[in-house]
């Protein structure tokens, strides 16, 4: 006699590292599947906060969207490539954008000072740029089959 059970299918539950170059970790969150996060970071000339968002979609990790408050040299629209809205203060949001990043990791190298390279999931904020400004930092989606 066989028991026969049925299981709805497991959340990708992944973790978001930020590590040195070195290996040495600077932050982790745990991020279930579809909670997101933000890099935050102030333009170097301008210095308003441009924000861009990802969420973990299935264990992938995918842009979702980015807020620019100014169309300040560096920080443009590409068409095609999500849609342009106006955030009705003189900037605009990039809404839809929906691109999974390549090996759900990338490489990001923090501006010191008041550039101030930041994550934020929900209430926590950790500031890369206080941690290795200037330094290699990979920011990945881990914890998954793509691990």
């Known amino acids: 006699m066989a028991l026969l059970l049925s299981f709805p299918p497991l959340a990708s539950a992944a973790e978001l590292v930020a590590t040195r170059e070195t ?17 935050l970071w102030h333009h170097s000339v301008k210095g308003f906060e441009v924000s861009d968002c990802y969420e973990n979609r299935e264990g992938r990790m995918v842009l979702i969207w ?6 300040a040299a560096g920080l443009d629209h590409i068409p095609g490539r999500g849609r342009q809205v106006t955030d009705g203060q003189g900037g605009y949001f990039i809404l839809d954008i929906d691109e999974p990043v390549p090996g759900d990791a990338y490489v990001l190298r923090p501006g010191a000072g008041p550039v101030d390279h930041r994550i934020r999931m929900g209430d926590r904020v950790v500031s890369l740029s206080a941690a290795a400004p200037r330094e290699r930092v990979r920011i990945a989606l881990v914890g998954t089959d793509n691990e």
Not at 23 to 39: L, Q, T, Y
Not at 66 to 71: A, G, T, Y
């Open 23 to 39: 290996g040495e970790e600077i932050a982790r969150f745990d991020v279930k599947n579809g909670e997101g996060w933000c890099v």
């Open 66 to 71: 980015s807020h620019l408050p100014d169309f």
